[in-house]
């Protein structure tokens, strides 16, 4: 069983920056899965962001957010970490990590085993 803790929200001014932390810990190796980043605004659906695979190459991002925000992971010590810049109100959610997914649909929530509780990142204008 593993267990993911998310750090480094906060509250920021537009077009300022970000770093989350996902730190893992447990019995399981999270560098085996797909390790992704979702995001949650209030009175909305949780949203992909990113995932990474076993390699720092194997990066995926939504569309929107592509160029903006990068996913990096340290395996060493059990982090994976999401780098946000000019960020927008839009921006503005609660952020979770979620790992297990043994299927290739990153972007479904669904499919993840494993989830942190979430860490806020609020956008001021």
């Known amino acids: 069983q593993v267990q993911l803790v998310e750090s480094g929200g906060g509250l920021v001014q537009t077009g300022g920056s970000l770093v989350l932390s996902c730190v893992a810990s447990?019995?399981?190796?999270?560098?085996?899965?797909?390790t992704s980043w979702f995001r949650q605004a209030p009175r909305k659906e949780r949203e992909f962001v990113a995932a990474?695979?076993?390699?720092?190459?194997?990066?995926y991002y939504a569309d929107s957010l592509q160029g903006r925000f990068t996913i990096s992971r340290d395996a060493a010590k059990a982090t994976v970490y999401l780098q946000m810049a000019s960020l927008t109100p839009d921006d503005a959610a609660d952020y979770y990590c979620?790992?297990?997914?043994?299927?290739?649909?990153?972007?479904?929530?669904?499919?993840?085993?494993?989830w942190g509780q979430g860490t806020r990142v609020t956008v001021s204008s």
């Open positions: 979620a790992t297990g997914i043994t299927s290739r649909q990153l972007s479904d929530r669904t499919k993840y085993k494993t």
């Open positions: 990474i695979g076993q390699s720092p190459s194997s990066t």
């Open positions: 447990g019995r399981t190796d999270i560098s085996n899965y797909y």
